[in-house]
């Protein structure tokens, strides 16, 4: 490798906006992360679907399903 063109690879704190902060090695001395894995709703099982301005209402009745209740 070629001297003096590298970053230097240390030590690094990831921090996530729920509190959660783990130690890693990266070119960056700090990151902080909006949503990590501890509380993603992918991972957490809190998965909520949303419909938004009434999306899947206009499906069903376009193509003749029944509502779900």
Not at 23 to 32: F, G, L
Not at 49 to 56: E, F, K, N, Q, S
Request: charged residues 35%.
């Amino acid at each position: 490798m070629r001297k003096n063109i590298h970053p230097d690879y240390g030590k690094a704190t990831i921090s996530c906006a729920c509190g959660e902060v783990w130690d890693t090695k990266s070119t960056t001395k700090e990151t902080k992360v909006s949503i990590c894995a501890k509380c993603h709703p992918f991972f957490t099982g809190k998965q909520k679907l949303i419909d938004t301005a009434g999306r899947v209402e206009r499906f069903r009745k376009r193509y003749g399903m029944k509502s779900e209740e």
